[in-house]
């Protein structure tokens, strides 16, 4: 299939990758489908990889499958720990309720589980997790040949090597774009089994990578410091995944999923991650010959940001500056304040839900999927009883006042700091 | 009673020869180029070389495939199959599907071993490459005493379980000890510190010493304990574990062959005179404790671990 064609004398792209994001929650399930994902995954209570994590009931799993069927959008289920033995028992029942549920596919690491869901779940799709570190086309070709409907490339590969995978085997291939990644290979590394006791792959992955260490070297039983007082020590921690810029790229070699990590999280984070990729896609598939990159949408991403961020393997080996020295956090730029529930068109008073402190004289901004950002100076705040307030001062408190332009429900409103 | 192989990694062609004297009835060889963390870099030439001294002592060799590769090596790994299957070497191990693919095209008589280290942790998954034609798993290290001997139960492949040595606990693709030097500004160290022996990274929190090197594979972080269950093999020999593994990787080649002399009484005595070995493994322990190297402590790894998550 062609990725582009001419009509009306315009080149088009129509074949049009899947926006795949994460959710920890119904809530940010929700969220994600409508700020403009076509797919969403999420974990259950078992067999996925973050043990920490709200994660979802099967109830949850239908309700958010029916959520997204309103939309179009598929939802996929993480299981992809590899397994110990006692891990077995209840297997066919966790997969058979996936199916049950609706759900569209799984994401698997364990050849127990891919071979248990073809046998007892049949209409799950099976797609490869990154945590097989998939890295060439051979080993794509096998588990082609398996049966499997959709492979997530290892983050080691890079464009060319991508475009290769593409050219010499017939399988949709998802590779990640955003978030947080692992600096080891995935599924290759046991740091935290060695140092906390918890299993990496099965979810209990403590990040001792993110840690800081001193580095030596030994000289006959003598340990020599290979660093000064003021250095920074040794650390291993990645930037953050960012390949906005790459997005032209991917689409043009035709891969057919963009993953966004992040099911740990907030709402606020996967709203806005996904509603500035959506615009990209968007954009470039509509007129790929005249797409750039807009400013507005880089400060956009910027604006839910808790580290920096850099485009690692997809456009070659990362160095040092793709890596995080000293300090390993930077601290957003902007919080989410309110969620919107409710807008009256007459009175043009807006009913929110608070989730962070605001009161007024304050300047806050509103995004989402329906409208354009806009900054908006709140003046008296009201409660549900109509009551005057000197602040919207406590979490998930109903809160009202007006607004200047229309806003939707699920509109977003963050407050910069 | 039946005895598991005994398989040991050697340092150089030279060093099979006393390994074998030592009572190692396998070694794993190969090269960096399509192996991963092996004690000693084996050339084609040594290979053949290698084939010739283990066929003098019935001593089995096993090259090491199982590095994850990118497009770049792909297409040469039929090369090399084809070389090792001349050398009619006793078995390839693998971890990548792609070696296997290529294994099935042109040697297809060929044994194959699967070991990605971390991820063989079930029976199932063990069975599951047997049927693609694997003809041994290799378990991960992670695994405790009684998941390993359930394994085993279950398995319809050879299962080897690694005894003795150092195990990795980390591989990146990204070249982090350069990495440092270079964000450093200290561009001169660059190269020289990227493959320099003996480095660790030193956990405060823990007191441990984690030793840390780069290669064509990228950076490998290795665990800060050697296992040592010279003492403890009884439950397994029980259950007819096919092989026992001696790692070397980063040791001196005659602290391995010691190694791999108290393990070869060990075994024995345990397979055939338990009484024995029950009065004798506390000496055997010993005398491995008496040979380690000062910064390297022993301890039983996962065997006797609850791990949680």
């Not at chain 1, 020590?233 to 035709?254: C, H, T």
């Not at chain 2, 030592?22 to 084609?44: M, P």
Request: hydrophobic share 40%.
């Amino acid at each position: 299939m062609s990725i582009s064609q001419i009509i009306d004398g315009k080149r088009v792209i129509v074949k049009k990758p899947e926006l795949l994001a994460p959710a920890g929650n119904l809530e940010k399930l929700k969220v994600a489908v409508h700020y403009g994902a076509d797919a969403v995954f999420i974990g259950g209570q078992e067999y996925g990889l973050r043990s920490n994590a709200d994660n979802f009931t099967l109830e949850e799993m239908a309700e958010g499958v029916q959520f997204a069927k309103q939309y179009g959008a598929k939802i996929y289920v993480t299981t992809n720990i590899y397994a110990h033995n006692e891990n077995i028992p209840g297997l066919e029942d966790y997969l058979r309720g996936l199916e049950s549920v609706g759900v569209h596919g799984i994401i698997v690491a364990d050849p127990l589980i891919i071979e248990t869901a073809r046998r007892v779940a049949p209409k799950l799709e099976v797609h490869l997790s990154t945590q097989q570190s998939l890295t060439n086309w051979k080993a794509v070709q096998f588990w082609k040949e398996e049966g499997l409907e959709r492979v997530v490339l290892a983050r080691e590969t890079s464009a060319e090597e991508i475009r290769e995978i593409k050219e010499k085997v017939d399988i949709e291939i998802e590779t990640f774009i955003h978030g947080a990644m692992c600096i080891a290979y995935s599924g290759r590394c046991v740091l935290s089994n060695h140092m906390t006791a918890r299993d990496s792959n099965r979810g209990g992955c403590c990040q001792s990578c993110r840690w800081d260490y001193d580095l030596y070297k030994l000289e006959g039983d003598q340990a020599l410091a290979l660093f000064d007082e003021t250095d920074d020590p040794f650390a291993m921690s990645p930037k953050d995944l960012n390949l906005i810029q790459s997005i032209p790229k991917m689409i043009e070699l035709g891969i057919d999923s963009l993953k966004i990590e992040g099911r740990m999280k907030s709402i606020h984070y996967v709203a806005t991650v996904v509603s500035v990729y959506r615009k990209v896609i968007d954009a470039y598939c509509a007129d790929p010959d005249n797409f750039v990159i807009r400013k507005e949408w880089l400060d956009e991403l910027d604006k839910c940001a808790n580290r920096d961020t850099a485009p690692a393997f997809f456009e070659g080996v990362p160095g040092y500056k793709e890596q995080m020295f000293g300090t390993h956090s930077k601290k957003t730029t902007y919080d989410f304040v309110g969620l919107v529930l409710d807008y009256d068109k007459q009175t043009g008073i807006v009913t929110l839900q608070q989730r962070n402190f605001f009161k007024p004289g304050d300047e806050v901004e509103f995004f989402g999927p329906e409208i354009e950002n806009f900054t908006q100076v709140i003046e008296k705040i009201w409660d549900e009883e109509g009551n005057e307030l000197d602040a919207a001062r406590h979490p998930l408190q109903i809160v009202r006042f007006k607004v200047d332009r229309e806003v939707f429900p699920y509109n977003m409103m963050r407050k910069g700091h | 009673m039946k005895k598991p192989e005994l398989l040991v990694t050697p340092t150089s062609v030279a060093h099979i020869e006393q390994l074998a004297q030592a009572g190692a009835n396998a070694v794993i060889i190969g090269e960096q180029r399509y192996g991963l963390r092996l004690a000693g870099e084996f050339s084609r030439q040594d290979v053949a070389d290698a084939m010739h001294v283990a066929r003098k002592h019935g001593v089995r060799v096993y090259v090491a495939m199982n590095a994850l590769f990118h497009n770049d090596k792909v297409d040469e790994l039929s090369d090399y199959v084809r070389f090792l299957a001349e050398q009619q070497v006793d078995a390839i191990v693998f971890g990548d599907p792609a070696v296997l693919m290529t294994v099935r095209e042109v040697a297809p008589h060929m044994k194959l071993h699967w070991n990605t280290e971390t991820t063989a942790t079930n029976w199932y998954a063990c069975n599951y490459w047997g049927r693609k034609g694997a003809k041994r798993a290799v378990l991960a290290r992670e695994l405790n005493m009684e998941e390993i001997i359930d394994i085993k139960h279950h398995a319809e492949v050879e299962i080897e379980v690694q005894v003795h040595g150092m195990t990795c606990m980390f591989q990146s693709k990204r070249s982090l000890i350069g990495n440092y030097f270079e964000y450093q500004g200290k561009f001169m160290e660059v190269q020289q510190m990227k493959y320099a022996k003996g480095l660790f990274l030193y956990d405060k929190e823990r007191d441990n010493k984690y030793p840390i090197f780069e290669d064509e594979n990228g950076t490998h972080i290795m665990s800060p304990n050697d296992i040592c269950i010279i003492d403890e093999l009884g439950d397994m020999i029980d259950a007819e574990i096919d092989s026992f593994k001696i790692d070397g990787v980063l040791h001196e080649s005659d602290y391995i062959t010691e190694v791999t002399k108290l393990y070869r009484r060990a075994i024995d005595l345990c397979a055939e005179n338990r009484e024995q070995y029950e009065e004798e493994k506390g000496e055997l322990l010993a005398r491995i404790e008496a040979i380690q190297p000062k910064h390297r402590p022993l301890d039983t790894g996962f065997f006797f671990k609850e791990t949680v998550y």
